[in-house]
């Protein structure tokens, strides 16, 4: 709900259980009076401003006694006026000034949430689900107006922001940094840690928790992807708060390219949170009468600590940014050949392991990469999007025919935004590939980006997949993306534009996907780019799940999929059993390790299952029954994390369904520790009254084992406080109990 008071100029814009309060002081500055647990009013009376008179500070023009400007809690703001931190807006008018001086022009309130156009953006089915302000602030001087959206969801605790600039001005002007939110919190620099996902290739999204300290922390990608390096999320964490308990403000751009977020602190502690497009890689030209709307930041605040941060980000994104036939149904069970075979397979070999994934009871093989032009490694082809009849004689129709006759699906794998230089297409259109004249190309895995600022591209994309995905009876898309930019430029656009080259690369990306996932609505497409490098809610929008990471090692998954449901679901999450020794670390985990860690995100097996020994399949056939009674569990449920393993040495997650019924515990450990002591672990969210039956249990070295210990009945008050114990009695090993409330 959202509300006006209009003699104090206050907008109140609540959610089920916080408050966001925001005001204009003297029609000029906006200020950000509160975000928090829900307040039942609100009134500037009881604000303390007389503690923002500092000395050696400037005061805003027409602000006198209203406290000096730098020292504001500020929710929009322009730089270099009084207030000298980095501002939520820049810009740069022909004159060469780069001052500008909103004042409030309008605004209205209405039920629902608009689109965004070209950009992805949470959503609702229903107007009585969310509520919006578009508040509109004016630049008398230079004629530009500005729109600030912010959308409440009335029963998610979650606000979406965004910002639209209108140049209503005669002149060009430039935008140089947009954030889609800034939010200034006082005090916050003494309270609050700042906590991010950072990692690299094959180790995404590691937690990082680190105390706040005066300057501006930031992290970004300008790789042209939101990046392994770095994800577009941080959330402010009070030195208090736990995983359960405590308040967290959770900060998430909806997009998939540059981004910058971070916190800067002032001298007085207070700290300015942004969230945007990375300026260092943008420059846009906004010419008289032209608009430019900024991608959605969506902020969560919960005083129910980390996990109940979480709770909120996936239930919304679960619902309510994923699109399509696959947000609520379970999805497939799936084998992909990539780790199994790498290039080298023929149509006998994948019909091998087709065959023995049906035995298993999976719905689905995945053809990956090496089906087209001459690709027999990662040197050429990219681009050449014809499949290669030499491994495929009876081509994709004829091979998903004969798969579909062994009663799975078929699925293929594409890289639709590159080009290796060794291809029909680079040969025809070397224009095509991002570059700059005179300069060589840096190649990445022997490849080069396409240039997605290009219409032609773009729709070349669009016309090749859609000739392909017609004309073969194809149910799945694996859509990777391997190399991060280089040599930023555009053969298309002209000197003046070229500062709009990754933003525009993202426009047409965000364009071909939206054209094909909603030409193809029953295909489940799933990202990916190297692994989880592009692992964003952008992508989200498009693609219900993404492959969290080419580190398929159980071991290392504890923590990858633990770092990335800080923000995200694990029914985004795609995840796989692969082969010992693993590939990425050389590991050996039990075959149930590898199972109890797939069978959280999106289940499937990646390997030649064709060279399984009959054990092996006998366990597959129990791991993807469990998947099948318990995937929803992982999917819908709520999580709670119960021991980080970026803290200590386990990794251990609480499921429960959404009708919470089911309780799943997921324990995981990493090292064995010899002479062991005993882990005590206490569930949380029962009820302390109810009893609950162990209908399943299993040691990750056996999925046989431990069978016994079912049946037994436990209260939720047992549970909740007595809890239940564990040893690490051998290397990465997990424990699942699952208990059924009767
Ligand atoms: C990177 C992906 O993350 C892998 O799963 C696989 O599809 C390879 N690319 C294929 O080249």
């Known amino acids: 709900m959202i509300t006006y008071n209009a003699e104090k100029q206050i907008f109140k814009i609540d959610t089920k259980n916080t408050s966001y309060i925001i005001g204009t002081l003297r029609n000029t500055l906006l200020l950000n009076l509160y975000y928090g647990k829900k307040l039942k009013d609100f009134d500037y009376e009881l604000c303390d ?51 500008s001086r909103f004042r409030y022009r309008s605004h209205k309130i209405y039920a629902g949430k608009p689109k965004l156009k070209g950009l992805p ?69 003494r309270d609050f840690d700042m906590l991010h996902l950072d990692g690299g290739w094959a180790r995404e999204r590691f937690v990082r928790r680190q105390p706040i300290f005066k300057g501006n922390q930031e992290i970004s990608s300008a790789r042209g992807i939101s990046s392994a390096q770095h994800n577009p999320f941080f959330a402010m964490v009070h030195k208090n708060a736990t995983e359960l308990s405590g308040e967290v403000y959770g900060f998430n751009l909806i997009y998939s390219g540059n981004f910058t977020a971070g916190v800067e602190c002032d001298v007085y502690d207070t700290t300015r949170a942004y969230i945007g497009i990375n300026p260092f890689t943008f420059n846009w030209k906004l010419k008289s009468g032209e608009e430019f709307q900024s991608p959605e930041a969506v902020l969560v605040y919960s005083d129910e600590g980390i996990s ?49 994934g049906a035995e298993v009871g999976l719905d689905l ?31 994709l129709d004829g091979l998903a025919d004969k798969i579909n006759a062994l009663g799975m699906k078929f699925g293929l794998w594409f890289e639709p935004e590159m080009v290796s230089p060794d291809s029909d297409l680079f040969r025809a259109h070397p224009d095509w590939a991002m570059g700059v004249p005179g300069r ?34 194809i149910e799945y898309v694996k859509w990777d993306m391997n ?43 799933e990202g990916c780019s190297g692994g989880g490098g592009r692992f964003d809610g952008g992508i989200l929008y498009y693609m219900p799940q993404i492959w969290t990471s080419d580190c398929s090692d159980a071991g290392e998954r504890m923590l990858i999929q633990y770092g990335t449901s800080i923000c995200y679901p694990f029914s985004s999450m795609g995840s796989h059993v692969s082969a010992i020794p693993n590939h990425q670390v050389w590991r050996e985990c039990s075959m149930a390790t590898r199972g109890d860690m797939a069978a959280m995100g999106q289940f499937g097996y990646e390997l030649d299952m064709s060279k399984m020994s009959d054990e092996e399949i006998e366990q597959a056939k129990e791991q993807v029954k469990f998947y099948k009674k318990y995937g929803e ?72 084992a431990n069978k016994i210990r079912i049946g037994r009945e436990f209260s939720g008050e047992f549970l909740m406080n007595y809890g239940l114990k564990f040893t690490n009695q051998r290397d990465f090993q997990t424990t699942i109990r699952v208990f059924v409330k009767k």
């Open 308 to 356: 109940g941060m979480s709770r909120i980000y996936h239930k919304l994104y679960r619902t309510r940014l994923c699109r399509g036939k696959f947000r609520d149904t379970e999805r497939y069970a799936l084998i992909n050949n990539w780790e199994g075979t790498y290039f080298n397979f023929t149509e006998e070999k994948l019909l091998d392991i087709a065959k023995k």
């Open 365 to 395: 093989l995945v053809l990956d990469d090496g089906w087209f032009g001459k690709r027999n490694n990662d040197k050429s082809s990219l681009g050449d999007w014809f499949v290669n009849e030499e491994k495929l004689p009876n081509g």
């Open 633 to 704: 569990v992982f999917h819908k449920g709520d999580l709670y994390r119960l021991r980080s393993p970026f803290e200590g040495n386990e990794a251990v997650l609480e499921f429960i369904s959404e009708d919470e019924n089911t309780v799943i515990l997921n324990y995981a450990n990493r090292l064995a520790t010899i002479n062991n002591a005993v882990v005590v672990v206490k569930l949380t969210g029962l009820d302390p009254d109810a009893i609950y039956e162990e209908v399943e249990a299993h040691i990750g070295h056996n999925v046989f």
């Open 49 to 99: 401003l007389a503690a923002l008179a500092k000395s050696h500070t400037s005061v805003e023009a027409g602000m006198e006694g209203a406290g000096m400007g730098e020292v504001h809690s500020l929710d929009f703001s322009t730089f270099g006026n009084a207030d000298l931190r980095l501002p939520t807006l820049h810009l740069k008018y022909a004159d060469g000034s780069v001052i």
């Open 483 to 525: 190399k991060s930019f280089s040599e930023f430029g555009s053969f298309y656009l002209d000197a003046e534009h070229q500062g709009e080259l990754c933003h525009r690369y993202m426009l047409g990306l965000y364009r071909v996907m939206e054209t094909l996932v909603s030409s193809f609505p029953n295909i489940l497409w």
């Open 440 to 473: 060589a190309h840096s190649l990445g895995r022997n490849q080069l980006v396409l240039d997605l600022s290009r219409e032609d591209v773009c729709d070349y994309i669009i016309t090749v997949l859609t000739d392909i995905l017609s004309n073969a009876n």
């Open 121 to 189: 953006a949470t959503y609702v089915e229903n107007d009585s689900e969310a509520d919006t302000l578009e508040l509109e602030l004016f630049d008398e001087l230079s004629k530009v107006s500005v729109t600030l959206i912010y959308t409440a969801f009335n029963e998610i605790d979650a606000i979406a922001r965004s910002m639209r600039v209108k140049n209503e001005g005669e002149n060009t002007l430039e935008i140089n940094r947009i954030m889609s939110a800034t939010i200034d919190m006082q005090s916050a620099a």
